[in-house]
């Protein structure tokens, strides 16, 4: 069964410009959890999405948004990019709804962004 | 408040048993604890999972006291591969926004030759 995909994987982008990312989870799987990952903050949650619908959320914002589709892929994106928002971006795929559960999540490779 | 506290980092050498302790005093009774290994500039990968008493599976053993205020990772006879990071989750933060995946910083296992 093929695992997490991201796409892009790498990605520059200038101060306050917008960029979207996009992740398909591993076929069956209906939610998928959005990441950040910096030297400083560590692994910090974003949003989860499960049946097209945010779920939970994170404490970014509002800058940061995403989206499911109806074939459970997802996409986030970031307006207005600041050069703080330089991180790798992860998402998460589990069967059901991840939070508040005991559903492991499968991780992709991440997205690398650089916001200069 | 942090759920989850474990060492910040750790060395051992090839071919040692590694035991990394994590301490969640405030578990609550429907949370269970999961385990994470992380290498660079890589998603986390799912190890092994448990509620209580000893889980083992082909990459390691985790093990669960009665009082569950605690949790120790055991990685058999380690390699250089070995060498990532480990991280200890238990339950999810729930406040304004609904349910949060806390990872915290992890334990920093480095394996020498």
């Known amino acids: 069964k093929a695992g997490v995909t991201q796409t892009p994987r790498y990605l520059i982008k200038t101060r306050g410009q917008q960029v979207t990312l996009s992740c398909s989870p591993i076929?069956?799987?209906?939610?998928v959890s959005w990441y950040q990952q910096t030297p400083g903050q560590g692994l910090q949650f974003l949003f989860e999405?499960?049946?097209?619908?945010?779920?939970n959320k994170g404490n970014f914002p509002g800058r940061f948004s995403g989206r499911q589709f109806s074939n459970s892929r997802s996409e986030m994106n970031v307006s207005t990019l600041e050069l703080g928002d330089s991180a790798l971006y992860l998402c998460?795929?589990?069967?059901?709804?991840?939070?508040?559960?005991?559903?492991?999540?499968?991780f992709g490779p991440g997205t690398r962004l650089t916001v200069t | 408040l942090a759920k989850t506290t474990q060492p910040i980092s750790m060395d051992s050498y090839e071919g040692q048993e590694v035991n990394i302790t994590c301490s969640h005093n405030?578990?609550?009774?429907?949370?269970?604890i999961t385990w994470y290994q992380q290498f660079p500039s890589q998603g986390p990968r799912f190890i092994i999972q448990?509620?209580?008493t000893k889980v083992t599976n082909e990459v390691a053993s985790l093990f669960i006291p009665a009082d569950r205020k605690s949790s120790t990772l055991s990685l058999p006879r380690v390699s250089l591969s070995d060498t990532a990071v480990y991280y200890c989750?238990?339950?999810?933060?729930?406040?304004?926004?609904?349910?949060?995946?806390?990872f915290g910083a992890g334990t920093r296992l480095f394996v020498k030759a």
């Open positions: 998460a795929s589990s069967l059901g709804l991840a939070g508040g559960s005991s559903y492991e999540q499968y």
């Open positions: 076929s069956g799987h209906r939610s």
């Open positions: 999405y499960f049946s097209e619908t945010q779920r």
């Open positions: 405030n578990i609550a009774t429907n949370d269970y």
């Open positions: 448990g509620y209580k």
């Open positions: 989750l238990v339950g999810d933060i729930y406040d304004t926004g609904g349910f949060k995946t806390i």
